[in-house]
């Protein structure tokens, strides 16, 4: 058994916020180099500015975006650790300490509906806890702006829809949200669970950089990107190719009446940050 003292869980947490707030990923980077090239005039002046601006950020004086967003935390926990304190305490200590070291906006209010008053240092987090084989812990942090997470979608199909209805329910999705959740998207998709099950799905499928290992998934993956980037929003909304830089689809069993899905819309600041101790 390995023991691992919260502390360390919250100055990884802590370090991943920072890390994330000013580095764009190296993958989706070369996203938007691939993206240029299929782009002209304003639209592929626009993707150059995203690169500049995730440029200058990554200098560490500028975060990526002014909305430093909801910080949402997958923790994948060995079955051979044991954890010397309380991880939830840890979780929301880093991103405490890490909105602050890091000069981020808190954007967290603690009433939904009576009384929206900030917290005043972004907690509490998002936590997702699995148990995982091993004796190390993987964290993801995942920072999440409001606009493209009011820009998602969840839809209870039944068994009798299919492919077809599920890709237009995702190109409705990104149609409505049009410019306003700062495209080019990356697109997290959820199918199957249940409903709640379902936006999980979604939402862990942003933090994947590569196509699903099933091909048939994969195939609908790259069917969804084509349909979402035929709609012409492009980037900032102001027309071209590129809508959405990728889609990843997570899955999972469901009931047989049932055919549950989902789309989380994340903008072009896609921070993910993840570490392992």
């Known amino acids: 058994m390995r023991i691992i003292k919260s502390a360390e869980i919250r100055d990884m947490v802590a370090a991943l916020c920072v890390e994330a707030a000013y580095n764009l990923p190296v993958g989706e980077i070369k996203l938007l180099k691939s993206a240029i090239k299929k782009e002209k005039g304003l639209a592929a002046n626009l993707i150059n500015l995203i690169l500049k601006n995730a440029e200058i950020a990554s200098k560490g004086e500028y975060p990526l975006c002014q909305d430093t967003g909801s910080a949402v935390v997958f923790a994948e926990i060995g079955e051979e650790v044991f954890i010397d304190g309380n991880i939830n305490e840890a979780v929301n200590a880093g991103v405490r300490k890490g909105y602050k070291e890091g000069y981020l906006r808190k954007s967290i209010v603690s009433c939904p509906l009576f009384k929206r008053i900030n917290t ?72 199957g669970g249940d409903f709640e099950q379902c936006a999980f799905l979604a939402k862990k499928a942003l933090t994947r950089n590569r196509a699903h290992s099933n091909k048939n998934y994969a195939l609908l993956e790259r069917e969804i990107l084509k349909a979402v980037n035929s709609l012409g929003i492009g980037a900032q909304g102001l027309g071209g190719k590129t809508t959405a830089l990728a889609a990843y689809a997570e899955i999972a069993p469901c009931h047989m009446a049932s055919l549950p899905v989902a789309v989380n819309i994340c903008c072009h600041s896609h921070r993910i940050k993840e570490g392992v101790i």
């Open 120 to 191: 005043k240092d972004n907690t509490p987090a998002v936590l997702h806890l699995s148990i995982v084989k091993g004796c190390k812990v993987k964290l993801k942090v995942l920072l999440k702006g409001g606009g493209a997470e009011n820009a998602s979608r969840l839809k209870m199909f039944t068994p009798a829809d299919g492919k077809r209805e599920i890709i237009d329910f995702i190109k409705q999705s990104v149609k409505e949200a049009g410019g306003k959740a700062c495209p080019p998207y990356i697109l997290g998709i959820g199918i």
